[in-house]
């Protein structure tokens, strides 16, 4: 009861504080990267602020003295323009609940305010160009960030397990999203990805519970587990830009029962929709989506011939117990990741010499594969790069057609 109290506070309060910050904030466009030098650390200021100092006569806030609830970071030290929240310097504060980032603020450290479990309401003042790697971690009570339309980056696990982040503008300007990012803010509803953004990180969005829309932007990549357990999606469309979607992207986003491809998706990783409503309710014997890739098989014949269209096979036939011999067409380029692993009676298999990659694990535990019959020279099949997990395949009794 005491802990629901608390956080009811929290709130109340985070809605109270009036922001003295934003009317009077000015973007500096200081774009210089070289590093400086530090003249001086570990010192205090009149206000209780720790500083290090900067040769460019810069200074990085670095803790403070004092325990407050808002925690107002100044725009200047001893006439040095403060630029950056360093490294860990208010991380495990229970004290703050309100934190407003000063006009010349560009970096916010790593850690800076990592599990600030009382933290509530961030102003960035729209001048924080990154803030980086586990910055915000673990900030469980916090709801707002306010003031972002100049950031650039977004490092790994920046806003890890801030499970009441309910809404973050993702402003024009951002370019990087790290890896496990929004990992587990449970309470993040909807996403709209800038079109400068090229690339999001692995588990970015993982265990977004309530995330139910999603504008991927200019993305063509979707990587490994980026969606994973979320559980609230029921529609994703891969429009024409989306050229890849990584290993278990949506996997375990168990009401997801609406997905369009675009044409252009030419790879699908490993269990990319399992355990989704969609992929339970395919019932088409051959699952052919994008631009030719075979994602799922639901026959029970022994003989199988893949359809002609088919270019890369992805983990269709994994754990499959009944097939013994499959012709693979001329078109397919890719064998994908555990394509027939686990595919135990499997003893024959016939592809032509379009193949050029065998992915991992793609004949992993196949102990019964004992023939190949390959299509090309044995020059061609020394040449198709084979990754590990495939020793079965190997080691089979390969037929060229010479």
Same mark, same amino acid.
């Given at each position: ?35 400086? /030098?530090?003249?001086?650390?570990? #010192?205090? $200021? =009149? ?7 900067? &040769?460019?006569?810069? /200074? ?43 006009? #010349? ?8 305010? =990592? #599990? ?6 961030? @102003?960035?003042?729209? $001048? ?40 973050? $503008?993702? *402003? ?26 090229? &690339? ?14 999603? @504008? ?6 979707? *990587?490994?587990?980026?969606? &994973? ?9 891969? @429009?024409?830009? +989306? ?33 989704? /409503? ?5 019932? &088409? ?27 890369? +096979? ?14 693979? *067409? ?8 555990? /394509? ?63």
């Amino acid at each position: 009861m005491k802990k629901k109290l608390l956080k009811a506070q929290l709130i109340i309060l985070s809605v109270l504080i009036i922001s003295t910050c934003f009317n009077s904030c000015d973007f500096i466009t200081d774009k210089d990267s070289t590093e400086y /030098a530090l003249i001086s650390s570990n #010192n205090l $200021s =009149s206000d209780g602020f720790w500083y290090d100092l900067y &040769e460019n006569n810069t /200074a990085v806030i670095t803790g403070a003295d004092n325990s407050v609830t808002t925690l107002k970071i100044p725009s200047k030290v001893v006439n040095y323009k403060v630029t950056a929240i360093g490294d860990k310097a208010f991380s495990d504060n229970v004290d703050i609940i309100y934190v407003i980032i000063n006009e #010349n603020i560009k970096r916010i450290g790593e850690k800076a305010f =990592s #599990n600030c479990t009382s933290l509530v309401r961030v @102003d960035l003042c729209n $001048s924080a160009l990154e803030i980086n790697s586990d910055a915000f971690s673990s900030c469980k009570n916090l709801c707002e960030i306010n003031y972002t339309d100049n950031l650039t980056y977004l490092g790994d696990r920046a806003f890890f397990r801030c499970s009441s982040l309910a809404f973050f $503008s993702f *402003p024009k300007t951002l370019t990087f999203i790290g890896e496990e990012t929004f990992y587990g803010c449970k309470c993040l509803t909807n996403i709209a990805l800038p079109k400068n953004l090229t &690339e999001i990180g692995k588990y970015a969005f993982s265990y977004c519970e309530a995330l139910s829309v999603i @504008d991927f932007g200019e993305l063509s990549q979707i *990587p490994e587990s980026a969606f &994973e357990y979320c559980s609230s999606l029921v529609s994703v469309t891969f @429009d024409k830009k +989306i050229t890849s979607i990584g290993i278990r992207a949506f996997r375990n986003c168990i009401n997801l029962t609406d997905v369009k491809f675009g044409k252009n998706v030419e790879y699908i990783g490993y269990s990319a929709f399992e355990e989704t /409503a969609w992929q339970k309710l395919q019932t &088409e014997k051959f699952l052919i989506v994008g631009n030719g890739i075979l994602m799922l098989y639901t026959g029970t014949e022994t003989n199988v011939v893949i359809p002609d269209n088919v270019k890369t +096979i992805s983990d269709a036939f994994c754990g499959n117990q009944t097939i013994i011999n499959v012709a693979i *067409p001329n078109k397919v380029t890719t064998i994908g990741n555990y /394509a027939f692993c686990g595919c135990t009676l499997l003893t024959t298999v016939t592809f032509s010499d379009s193949v050029t990659l065998i992915e991992e694990y793609a004949f992993n535990s196949c102990p019964s594969l004992y023939s190949v019959n390959f299509g090309g020279t044995q020059s061609k099949w020394d040449n198709i790069s084979i990754s590990k997990g495939n020793t079965d395949l190997i080691n089979a009794n390969i037929l060229y057609n010479q």
